[in-house]
């Protein structure tokens, strides 16, 4: 099945294959004011984001080169387009709070997952490099939005090869550390 944003972010249209044609029939999504994912850490405003939230913000759409799954070796599928919001633009949001220049402290991004997964990116990663341009907080895929019941809002690098262990489902925390 396949997920598509329609104007109202209350519901989405499900398309799903029969003989050849697609049928849509939309359905309620959860509440799109529920609190999806939480900033905060050494940040000058946590933030407590809604997919309406999300929603509202500039977003980047990436297209993702064939990614390998790390588990089977095997090639995923090639050239997806992600919509969402990049996560560098999330922290500028927020606001990095330290007492000493960014720029010579070593901090770092933990993100976790519903289910306690988590990922790690320096804060010279995301706001330095390329690698910024090319992790993003995804909401939809192939233009259909995700099921969040299935899915949630998800972290992806798309800059990475292999599908783990920076690619996230159900992306609930991203907290900013100092070490």
């Not at 946590?46 to 759409?61: C, G, I, Q, V």
């Amino acid at each position: 099945m396949l997920y598509e944003n329609t104007p109202s972010l209350n519901t989405v249209s499900i398309h799903s294959l029969q003989e050849s044609e697609f049928v849509c029939t939309p359905v309620l999504l959860e509440t799109p004011e529920k609190v999806l994912l939480q900033i905060e850490g050494q940040v000058k405003t946590p933030l407590n984001l809604s997919l309406a939230d999300l929603f509202e913000l500039p977003t980047t759409k990436i297209h993702a080169p064939s990614l390998i799954c790390s588990m089977q070796r095997k090639r995923l599928a090639a050239n997806t387009l992600y919509t969402g919001v990049l996560l560098r633009d999330l922290l500028k949001l927020a606001g990095i709070y330290t007492s000493k220049s960014i720029y010579s402290l070593p901090i770092y991004i933990l993100a976790t997952s519903e289910f306690n997964e988590q990922c790690l990116f320096s804060w010279h990663e995301l706001f330095n490099t390329e690698i910024g341009e090319q992790v993003i907080v995804a909401f939809s895929k192939d233009n259909c939005s995700f099921c969040m019941k299935s899915e949630g809002i998800c972290l992806i690098a798309t800059s990475d090869t292999y599908v783990m262990p920076r690619h996230l489902r159900f992306l609930r925390k991203v907290e900013v550390k100092c070490l």
